[in-house]
């Protein structure tokens, strides 16, 4: 069965630290993408990676980063943590399909809360 | 105008009933259709996708596609109490990138 894994359900964060949030999916995917999810604002696609090594910026990249140096593990550098970016983060991988026809597989979500 | 247009809902329907959920989407271009359940403070589950005009069906859900009035609508039958949730649409842009909705959430009242 195909799994995402954040490695964490909730974190607790001061304003100023650098916050690493991490996925590893066991599908052997190339793509995985990084999503927050708030309120009344739905999801938004932060960064994404075709493949390793490799990222691109999604709608909302400012204040964030990633890292992708093994196929498995994508993560989701906060560095430096603002009040603004307390969210639900969402991890998200998939193959490349025919059509778009492998939809994404999501993790379970880290709801990220700074202070 | 938003690429992907959802009601956000609540929608509210008895136990048993057909629940009828839209979505309305903005790019001609757009080739695939996803239909995702998420459950309060869970994350998206994938239902069922569509990339033919008409219906397809699986168990109780059918997706239905209208590529010529840009449409795709999920029905639920026989609703069940289990199925109160928020239902995201998504739909593939020219990047074969899903563009999310806001979701439309259901209330499935016994």
Redesign the interface.
């Known amino acids: 069965d195909v799994k995402v894994t954040q490695s964490s359900r909730y974190l607790v964060k001061r304003t100023g630290e650098k916050v690493f949030l991490e996925c590893v999916q066991d599908m052997d995917h190339e793509n995985m993408f990084w999503y927050r999810q708030d309120p009344g604002l739905g999801l938004r696609l932060i960064y994404f990676s075709y493949d390793v090594k490799m990222k691109e910026k999604g709608d909302i990249p400012e204040g964030y980063s990633v890292s992708r140096e093994k196929k498995e593990r994508f993560s989701l550098i906060l560095e430096s943590a603002s009040t603004n970016q307390t969210s639900m983060y969402l991890c998200a991988s998939r193959l490349p399909g025919v059509l778009g026809g492998y939809g994404y597989t999501f993790g379970s979500g880290t709801r990220l809360t700074v202070v | 105008q938003k690429e992907v247009e959802q009601n956000s809902g609540p929608l509210s329907v008895p136990e048993g009933a057909i629940a009828s959920l839209n979505c309305t989407y903005s790019d001609r271009g757009s ?2 259709f ?1 239909w ?1 359940r998420q459950y309060s ?6 239902i069922m ?1 569509i ?1 033919s005009n008409g219906d397809k069906e699986d168990g109780r859900f059918t997706a239905q596609l209208n590529k010529a009035s840009q449409y795709v609508s999920l029905l639920i039958r026989d609703s069940q109490p289990s199925d109160s949730a928020t239902y ?1 649409c ?1 739909v ?1 842009n020219a990047g ?3 563009t ?4 439309t959430r259901l209330m499935v009242k016994p």
Not at chain 2, 41 to 46: A, M, N, Q, R
Not at chain 2, 100 to 103: A, L, R, S, T
């Open positions: 080739q695939s996803f995702y403070g869970k994350s998206p589950e994938l996708f990339y995201l998504a593939t074969n990138m899903l999310f909705g806001g979701g």
